[in-house]
């Protein structure tokens, strides 16, 4: 069984389109996120939901919509792709607690802009 | 702004040898420390946690931490080449909502 399963996991697309990449934990956890990994490896949060809510944005275009259906599930869009958003883009779930904060990631989703 | 530093390395070391990497963050608040392993190509799967001062051991790998020195750092015993990967510390809080802070990874190679 997956704990944090995305998809697509490769998805190459032109600039200017518009994409979503889909997520969704099993692991009864309250917390979810979407960090994005660039090409130098640095993994750097994008959005934090807690209970269908958002926590947590850190300064990301207004063209990353994420949406919470339910606290299993975040999604992420992308509207107007532009080269610089090729990245490795990681879905990640914890159960927010007092003795620490243990996240877990998502197998990554592989996004080339063309 | 919160950071974690690690040094990006590579660092080679022969099989069997004691492989330290070493990881220092800025947010003298920060209350828990993890260690991800990252092979190329996969997901940051995680090692090892620490929340309090001294050290944790777990098979062949212990965390140290000390707050003072806002230092963690990992130790891997006898290493394999299996072990070769990306070694990633990141420091967080132990309440409330927030994310962690993740360092830029340290490459371990480790030869045969």
């Known amino acids: 069984d997956t704990a944090v399963s995305q998809t697509p996991k490769y998805l190459v697309t032109q600039m200017g389109n518009d994409k979503s990449i889909k997520c969704e934990q099993n692991?009864?956890?309250?917390?979810m996120y979407w960090y994005k990994q660039d090409s130098k490896k640095f993994l750097k949060i994008m959005f934090s939901?807690?209970?269908?809510?958002?926590?947590i944005n850190e300064t990301v275009p207004n063209r990353f919509s994420p949406k919470s259906p339910d606290k299993a599930h975040l999604n992420l869009h992308i509207n107007s792709l532009e080269l610089g958003d090729s990245a490795v883009y990681f879905c990640?779930?914890?159960?927010?607690?007092?003795?620490?904060?243990?996240?877990?990631f998502g197998e990554g989703s592989w996004l080339t802009v063309v | 702004q919160k950071e974690v530093e690690q040094n990006s390395g590579p660092l080679s070391v022969p099989e069997g040898a004691i492989a330290s990497l070493n990881c220092t963050y800025s947010d003298r608040g920060s209350q828990s420390f993890f260690w991800y392993r990252q092979y190329s190509g996969k997901s940051p799967e995680l090692i090892m946690s620490i929340y309090s001062n001294g050290d944790k051991e777990d098979g062949r790998f212990t965390a140290q931490l000390n707050k003072a020195s806002q230092y963690v750092s990992l130790l891997i015993r006898d290493s394999q080449p299996s072990d070769s990967a990306t070694y990633l510390c990141?420091?967080?809080?132990?309440?409330?909502?927030?994310?962690?802070?993740f360092g830029k990874g340290t490459m371990l190679l480790v030869s045969p």
């Open positions: 990141a420091a967080g809080m132990n309440s409330g909502y927030s994310t962690l802070t």
């Open positions: 939901y807690n209970n269908k809510e958002l926590i």
């Open positions: 990640a779930s914890s159960q927010v607690r007092t003795a620490g904060n243990t996240i877990y």
């Open positions: 692991l009864g956890h309250d917390t």
